[in-house]
């Protein structure tokens, strides 16, 4: 099992990720990947079967495609633990990922409990993409415990880590998630605790203003989206990109920065809007801004905003 020790001093042998939903599914799988014995916890049983299916699902299709084998599976299926009991995912574990949805009341809620059942070194790490890690931390009697550490979807095949340090965070802290970071395989870079912290800023602003150029008949979203990838060297559209991390969770980042900054240019469009009030919330439902029935996008009607 791998033990790995860090710039700070810390060891790390267990890893525990609560929720096991499509970001907290790949968190698990990369931390067994690295080699640690992992713990996945959900605090719905089919949540939490779904999660051990899709990480099960991944690797298969890596096997089939030739970029993974059979022996890698089998070794890395030993690490990995689901875990229906909070207290024994995180008991033994030296870092802590939540994975649970964009809702400060339930992620400071979590944490209170787990700061409750953890050993006293171990550090806990939130896979927020815009809420305060501060504020989060604030519930805490050791805040200085607690960081940022933003995956990218999909997190097995994205190489960015996001580490989020708040005032109170320690260096010690920091060091392990950095360190945590790299043993994953993933290029770190660190970020000040600030409203939609570095790439979730960016990300929607420029999502945001993609959507009000489809909306104002500049372009097809096919065409925008070709003019970010051939233009500037995007490995992905704005547009589509959008529908893949989801317009729901989109649309609340705009929320978040626009209350934070008091600042209506970062007021979600109309049109982005509307399709979350269809229902229509990207890949994950099959219909965004693209259509997605077909597994990859097509061009979609959209909402009429007259």
């Known amino acids: ?17 609560i929720g096991a939903g499509t970001m907290g599914a790949g968190i698990a799988q990369v931390c067994a990947q690295a080699g640690w014995r992992t713990h996945l916890h959900d605090a719905h049983p089919d949540g939490l079967a779904a999660g051990m299916e899709r990480i099960n699902a991944f690797w298969d299709k890596g096997i089939a495609r030739g970029k993974t084998t059979e022996e890698q599976k089998a070794t890395w299926s030993t690490h990995l633990h689901a875990v229906s009991d909070l207290g024994e995912a995180v008991a ?33 790490g939130t896979n927020t993409s815009s809420l305060s ?23 097995p ?3 960015l880590l996001e580490v989020v340090k708040h005032e109170g965070t320690s260096e010690s802290t920091v060091a392990l998630a950095l360190d945590a970071g ?10 000040n605790d600030v409203p939609g912290f570095a790439t979730s800023r960016l990300g929607v602003v420029l999502g945001n203003e993609a959507i009000r150029m489809l909306a104002d ?10 003019a970010m990838t051939l233009g500037y060297r995007h490995p992905m559209g704005p547009l589509a990109l959008t529908d893949l991390v989801g317009l729901d969770v989109r649309r609340d980042i705009l929320l978040n920065l626009q209350a934070s900054f008091n600042d209506d240019a970062y007021a979600p469009h109309p049109l982005l809007e509307a399709l979350v009030a269809e229902g229509r919330l990207g890949k994950k439902t099959g219909m965004g801004i693209y259509d997605w029935s077909s597994g990859s996008p097509e061009p979609a009607d959209l909402p009429d905003l007259t």
């Not at 939540?98 to 070194?121: G, H, N, T, W, Y």
């Not at 008949?217 to 070709?226: L, N, P, Y």
Request: without cysteine; negative net charge.
């Open 157 to 159: 095949i994205m190489s």
């Open 92 to 124: 033994t574990a030296d870092l802590i990922v939540e994975a649970v949805p964009e809702i400060m009341d339930l992620k400071q809620s979590i944490f209170q409990q787990v700061e409750a059942l953890v050993r006293p070194e171990a550090v806990m």
């Open 133 to 155: 890690i501060g504020t989060i931390a604030s519930v805490l009697k050791h805040p200085e415990r607690l960081i940022g550490m933003h995956f990218f979807n999909p997190v």
């Open 1 to 17: 099992m791998g033990r790995r020790m860090t710039r700070g001093g810390m060891e790390i042998s267990t890893v525990a990720v």
């Open 182 to 191: 790299a043993a994953m395989g993933k290029t770190a870079i660190l970020v």
């Open 217 to 226: 008949g500049v372009a097809s979203a096919k065409d925008i989206d070709t």
